[in-house]
């Protein structure tokens, strides 16, 4: 199974994060090129060598406007000062505009919201009322877009991450002294396991960092048996007594299928309306879920209704359980553990004379299948006003199980 590791023994931030992702594609200027030309205003992003403590990893430099913004958690997100803001809505209105794929935007947009509700809490102000300072958040936009689209690039089956280490002590913000994790990064940290060594007394994972693994990363847990083919290193600005950096290991887990541990938490439904049950269901699965899924039943009294069933992993059943809480009318939930075999999955891009399309494969237990990924061939049809079937016919034909060689 292709899959990502993340070591996060000094903390995370978005342009660590980005820079050690960055070191695992095969072409990076090619992929500088294309963040530049994203169209976020003002930014340019480029990626220089960088050693620290004896290791040589890659630095990412966000100039806005022509100049750095410096470094730290808190100057990303201000609720106020003399500065010109860029409130929520905003930044979504720039995302949407940008030139990257869907599903870029989409998980953009989703790491911003975990933000925006992790400020939202801390200045006790409802989400449309958060700002953004202006030149920090373009910095911010441009990590967070270019970590979303380096792991579209990289496309892992499954992305697994360390502990977090957080740092310690006290960083100085507009609001003044704050203790480290700094508020909404611990708000955003919740349900991850996170830890100081107490060495380091400064802020080691920022708001967009912990955003970032927060919804990427499937489990939070120690290197598995994995067999690595690329090592990413992903340097920070500041020095300390050890490398600052973050690492990003990419490879196969083999692993044991039939060990593969997972949480599925149902409730009946029969009080809400189809449009609020399908909202939950999005929400859960934005939230990390494994899959979501409803069944129409029969209820009490003759009332027709639904089970709505999440699978998750069981390392955040508890968030999973309290969001089905927050969005749904349910009263109670049931819990099962159940063990599952999965195949191991693969994504790889083939070229049609309309244009890339990815196609995802499996295999294991005696068989072996793939199939075209519908939004790429989808996109393709309606852009170039052809039916799904003309661009079907390009890609192999291999919807059914076949016989594993």
């Not at 958060?130 to 380096?150: K, N, Q, R, Y």
Request: proline letters at 5%.
């Amino acid at each position: 199974m292709r899959s990502l590791y993340i070591e996060c023994n000094m903390g995370a931030a978005g342009d660590m994060l980005m820079a050690a992702l960055l070191e695992l594609v095969d072409d990076r200027k090619k992929f500088l090129d294309r963040l530049n030309a994203a169209g976020i205003p003002n930014v340019a992003v480029s990626a220089e060598p960088s050693k620290k403590c004896g290791i040589t990893g890659t630095h990412i430099t966000v100039k806005v406007g022509g100049r750095e913004e410096g470094a730290g958690g808190c100057h990303h997100h201000e609720h106020h000062d003399n500065h010109h803001h860029s409130g929520y809505s905003d930044i979504e209105h720039i995302i949407d505009h940008l030139n990257i794929s869907g599903d870029v935007k989409k998980n953009a947009k989703a790491v911003y919201a975990l933000i925006a509700e992790a400020e939202s809490h801390v200045h006790g102000v409802p989400v449309n009322q958060i700002h953004f300072h202006e030149v920090g958040e373009m910095d911010a936009v441009a990590d967070i877009v270019g970590a979303c689209m380096l792991i579209e690039e990289l496309a892992p089956d499954l992305i697994l991450a360390s502990p977090i280490n957080t740092g310690s002590g006290h960083i100085h913000c507009a609001h003044g002294e704050l203790p480290v994790p700094a508020p909404a990064t611990a708000r955003i940290l919740r349900d991850i396991p996170i830890y100081n060594d107490g060495i380091i007394k400064t802020e080691l994972c920022t708001p967009t960092g912990a955003a970032l693994l927060k919804h990427f990363v499937g489990k939070f847990t120690n290197m598995p048996l994995i067999t690595v083919s690329k090592i990413g290193c992903g340097m920070g600005k500041k020095d300390f007594p050890q490398a600052n950096c973050v690492r990003a290991y990419l490879g196969d887990i083999a692993g044991d299928s039939a060990a593969d541990e997972v949480t599925e938490l149902s409730c009946n439904l029969d009080d809400m309306t189809p449009e609020a049950v399908s909202f939950a269901q999005e929400t859960l699965l934005r939230e990390g879920a494994l899959d979501v899924w409803v069944t129409s039943t029969g209820m009490k009294k003759g009332r027709m209704g639904v089970m709505l069933t999440c699978l998750c992993d069981n390392a955040v059943k508890d968030r999973m359980a309290s969001s089905i809480f927050k969005h749904t009318t349910t009263l109670g939930i049931r819990e099962t553990i159940c063990r599952r075999y999965t195949l191991q999955r693969e994504s790889k891009q083939i070229q049609t004379s309309y244009g890339p399309v990815r196609i995802k494969s499996a295999q294991g237990c005696g068989v072996r299948k793939s199939k075209p990924e519908y939004d790429d061939v989808a996109k393709i049809a309606r852009e170039n006003n052809v039916p799904l079937q003309a661009v079907l016919q390009q890609c192999p034909a291999v919807y059914m199980p076949q016989p594993d060689d």
